[in-house]
Each structure stands twice: as C-alpha cells, then as structure tokens.
C-alpha cells in the first residue's frame, strides 16, 4: 500500500493519534488558543461553580458560606464537567472529529482494559500518596496541622447529594478529567508548539493546581501543598498516555482515586 494512502488510511480510523492531530495542526485546524483555554476554563469553572453555592449559602444565611460551598464539591463539579465537555465538543467539531474520538479504542474482552486500569491505579497512586507526605513536611515543617482537617470536619449533606456523589458524579468526572488533560490538551500543545516539555509542564502544573481548588480555600500555602502534592502523579498518568495514547485504562485507574474522594467528602466526616 503506498505510503500516503496508508497515512490517509491512519488518520481517518484514529483521528486523534499523534500524526493526525499534528496534520490537523500544520493545516491550521486546530486554533493555538484552543487546549490552553480548555485546560485553564477547568479550574476557574471550579472556582465559579463554589461561588455559584457560596451564593445560595448566603441567600439561606449559613455562616461561613465559601468554607460551606466547599463541602459540595463532588456534587458541583458536574457543572465543571458540562463546561469543559461542551469546550471540547466545540473545538473537535471544529477539527473535523468526534468528541468520543477522543476516548479512542476500548478493549473491554477479557476484562483488558480494567484489569490494564487497575494495574496502572497500583502504579500511580502510591506517587501521589508520596507527594503529599513529602510536601506536608516542606510546607508544614514540626507542625501537626493537617492542611486538610477542615475538609474532613463533621458536615451534613442531604441523602440525595451523598447518593449522587458515591454514584453519578465519579462517573462523569474521571473520564471528563481525562479526556480534557489527556486526550485533548496534551497531544494538541504538542503539536502546536512542537515542544513535549512545553506541553507536560503546562498540563501537567495546571491539571495538579486544579486539585487545590477541590475545594478553593484561599491560603496560598494551602494551594502551594495541594498542587505539588499532586504533581507526581499527574505527570506519572500523563507520561502513560504519552507511551500508551490509551485512555480507557487510565479511566479505570482514575474512578478509585475519585471513589475515595467522594467518601472523604460525604461519608467518613460523619462518622467521627
């Protein structure tokens, strides 16, 4: 098969593969602003979505109503989710491609990509458990202050947000995660600036801050600690879809991680 059908060939069946996202790029299909405004819309999606409770909070007259709104976070965070999915349906749809060209192929026979997933969740975790107990230490020298006790004080949520929150809300924001920092940033700066270090640092930092606002708390040594704690394993994930270019197993390593989010945030508080 001569060489140009077969990249043509290439590039119509994985549409979001290296070559044919950098042939999209050098024909100007995909807008330079484009990842850098998907990835940065993330975090300050985050911050209008708590603003957004704080708001209600007040109306009701709760006091403290940002520390409050914090709490919500894994019911709030689908709003972040519907924005950046509706970013990236945009600027696909302006290249020409799917939103689920980004998820690229699944292998669920056997069990492959779960088990893969699973795999990769024993690999990766324990990086960002490492990170937060070498960073506590730089950032919270001889202190026995937890950064985040307040996280984990003692707060009432109705049963409705605890369901959705064990339920529907770690579904929807691993793979929206993944697909926004993965899928569509990383390759796509890649391609624009012709630098991989240009594109894992700006990924990479900004996909860690985006875990010091879960919840925003406005304590820039807070935010300092959260970010780096978090970066280990971001980059560990990022440099899996790099060799890789697999998301679904990713997913898979990723929904533990939010799983125990969500039961920090809904269930183990009140059982203090």
């Not at 969740?121 to 020298?141: I, R, S, T």
Request: aromatic residues 16%; contains cysteine; positive net charge.
């Amino acid at each position: 098969m001569p060489l140009a059908i077969e990249t043509a060939l290439e590039i119509r069946e994985e549409p979001n593969a290296k070559l044919a996202i950098e042939t999209r790029a050098a024909t100007g299909r995909i807008p330079w602003a484009g990842p850098f405004i998907v990835i940065l819309a993330r975090p300050l999606l985050m911050i209008a979505s708590q603003g957004l409770v704080a708001l209600i909070l007040a109306g009701m007259h709760r006091p403290d109503p940002w520390h409050a709104a914090g709490y919500w976070w894994t019911v709030y965070g689908t709003l972040v989710d519907i924005g950046c999915l509706a970013a990236m349906f945009w600027f696909t749809k302006r290249e020409g491609i799917r939103l689920r060209d980004l998820l690229g192929p699944v292998h669920l026979r056997f069990g492959k990509d779960i088990f893969l997933g699973l795999g990769y969740f024993l690999l990766v975790f324990p990086l960002f458990l490492l990170g937060g107990v070498v960073f506590h230490k730089l950032f919270y020298p001889a202190s026995r202050v937890d950064p985040g006790a307040y996280l984990f004080q003692p707060h009432a949520m109705p049963l409705w947000a605890v369901i959705y929150s064990l339920s529907l809300w770690w579904i929807i924001w691993s793979p929206t995660e993944e697909a926004t920092y993965q899928a569509f940033a990383l390759p796509r700066i890649r391609a624009i600036t012709g630098r991989t270090w240009v594109a894992f640092v700006a990924v990479g930092f900004i996909w860690a801050f985006q875990h010091s606002l879960l919840p925003c708390v406005l304590d820039w040594r807070y935010i300092a600690f959260r970010t780096l704690a978090f970066a280990p394993g971001a980059f560990a994930l990022m440099a899996i879809y790099w060799r890789t270019r697999r998301l679904a197993p990713l997913i898979v390593a990723h929904w533990p991680m939010d799983i125990a989010g969500a039961l920090m945030m809904t269930v183990l508080p009140n059982l203090k």
